[in-house]
């Protein structure tokens, strides 16, 4: 199957910078609502976004192809993530709830287009962090579950399970919102 | 917020300034290195040369530890699984990485993760406590960090399974942030010997003793992340599933090749099992047209066990 990521960043490899345009248009604005899963700041999570590239591009890690160029950018985005919150916890800094709902909404509204998906997408924000993520992953991303499991390096069975728990309690936030959505 | 365009020249300015200042850094490094070389080498050689295994806490490199592996063989095995080997280069950069922890010179990879509400929740599987886990592993980590005691992708404590053999299976326990527990069970497959079957559902999973469930997937449902589909494996009788485990016990250790065998994990017919155990993990097990079972992260290495016992199972996963 193409995967129209790893075309990209082989040309980049081979000097194409234009290659890199093409990775930052495709996968930017889901990196970063993934990430703002995580640190809950949207300019921290572009910024987390941009660091993600420039990993990619600096240390020119070899992409083996046995999971999509998308899961690998990702798991990179993800340990960033994961590197600034031990970072801020060490540093008594915890990351703020922003006010920077202009950016946030032009985000949702480039990248989920729909309505609805951001309706859903608002309703995410009020769960859990592990929720957000895994929601996030399978739904919006429609990663399957082994994809899911392997950036969020758990098993796919936790990973059903914690989609499970997930479900259940962004139905119910919907279901306070007056939302009914069965396909949730 | 960046346009793609202003984030694009971003990242391409930065890409510019951090070479610049590695090739400086290189340049500086290039004098110490060669010193720093020449003593890793009469390190490493002095260390062969008396016969000390590599696999001691401690250990130089990683791929010392398979050359230690075959040194200690005066048993012989049908097969050894592969090694875990890093990538020449200036750093251990792997995509698909998975969670590890070094342990006494060998990576326990992830298993199954055991997830608590409460702390404490899980405490039953806990043994003895051995160290804390640094968290330190990365798709970037070097060499050298590779070598570390208690390196690991994930950060915690750091605890023997009871009822498994330590050097199998540990793991690591970590708080959640909402304030429950998680227990990443890790495996060491890393250059083990096998014979037959009993070697590794025997003796380190325990299978005949423990199984308390079975429960099969067609390969559609579990390509497709359809856990919920898990059923009872029809018309499958207690004896039967007693004969097929007595089988898988016996059955020779093969190690096939993507070579010689293409398209085999494409397989269309395929089955899995998930054998719940008493102490509650579960173990997947996936079966293959021939009379191949394999276990996760085994790769190319399967017990073969043909003939009407495993048909039967197979076919009732479907």
């Not at chain 1, 000097?15 to 300019?43: I, K």
């Not at chain 1, 998308?70 to 993530?81: D, F, P, V």
């Not at chain 2, 299976?169 to 890393?190: F, K, S, V």
């Amino acid at each position: 199957m193409d995967d129209p990521g790893q075309a990209s960043y082989r040309r980049f490899l081979e000097g194409d910078e234009s290659a890199l345009y093409e990775l930052v248009e495709r996968y930017n604005d889901g990196l970063v609502l993934y990430l703002c899963g995580f640190v809950n700041s949207l300019s921290v999570a572009d910024e987390l976004a941009e660091d993600a590239f420039v990993k990619l591009c600096l240390k020119r890690p070899r992409h083996r192809g046995l999971s999509s160029f998308k899961t690998w950018l990702y798991a990179i985005g993800r340990n960033l993530a994961i590197d600034y919150l031990r970072r801020a916890a060490r540093e008594k800094h915890v990351p703020l709830h922003e006010a920077s709902l202009a950016g946030s909404e032009l985000l949702e509204s480039r990248y989920l287009r729909e309505e609805r998906k951001i309706q859903v997408h608002r309703a995410m924000g009020r769960l859990k962090p592990e929720y957000r993520q895994t929601l996030w992953l399978l739904y919006f991303e429609e990663m399957s579950g082994k994809e899911a499991a392997k950036i969020m390096r758990r098993s796919v069975h936790a990973v059903e399970a914690l989609a499970y728990r997930a479900r259940r309690a962004l139905r119910e936030e919907l279901h306070r919102e007056g939302i009914t959505d069965e396909d949730i | 917020m960046k346009t793609y365009e202003e984030k694009t020249q971003s990242v391409i300015d930065r890409l510019r300034t951090e070479r610049r200042k590695r090739s400086r850094r290189r340049r500086t490094a290039a004098a110490c290195l060669s010193c720093l070389c020449i003593a890793a080498a009469a390190a490493l050689s002095a260390r062969y040369d008396s016969g000390v295994p590599a696999d001691t806490p401690g250990g130089s490199d990683v791929s010392a530890w398979s050359a230690a592996d075959s040194q200690s063989g005066a048993e012989t095995y049908a097969v050894v699984t592969d090694s875990i080997v890093l990538p020449e280069g200036e750093s251990a950069v792997m995509a698909d990485m998975i969670g590890c922890l070094v342990y006494q010179g060998k990576v326990y990879t992830q298993g199954q993760a055991i997830t608590g509400a409460e702390p404490g929740e899980n405490s039953s599987f806990l043994g003895e406590y051995l160290g804390e886990a640094k968290g330190s592993l990365s798709e970037w980590s070097s060499q050298e960090e590779w070598t570390t005691e208690f390196a690991s992708t994930y950060s915690g404590s750091v605890y023997t399974v009871s009822g498994y053999d330590p050097s199998f299976r540990l793991c690591i326990r970590q708080e959640t942030a909402e304030g429950g527990e998680m227990l990443q069970l890790l495996e060491n497959l890393d250059g083990i010997g096998l014979n037959t079957g009993a070697d590794l559902f025997g003796n380190r999973l325990h299978l005949r003793e423990g199984t308390t469930c079975v429960l099969g997937l067609s390969h559609q449902d579990w390509n497709d992340g359809r856990y919920d589909r898990l059923r009872a494996l029809d018309g499958l009788s207690a004896e039967q599933w007693k004969t097929f485990l007595d089988a898988l016990f016996d059955a020779p250790f093969v190690k096939l090749s993507g070579e010689e065998h293409p398209g085999f994990y494409q397989a269309e017919t395929q089955g899995h099992l998930f054998l719940t155990q008493t102490d509650g993990t579960t173990v997947e097990l996936r079966l293959f047209e021939g009379g191949y079972v394999g276990y996760p992260k085994m790769s190319w290495i399967f017990a073969q066990m043909p003939g009407e016992t495993f048909d039967a199972v197979f076919a009732a996963c479907q």
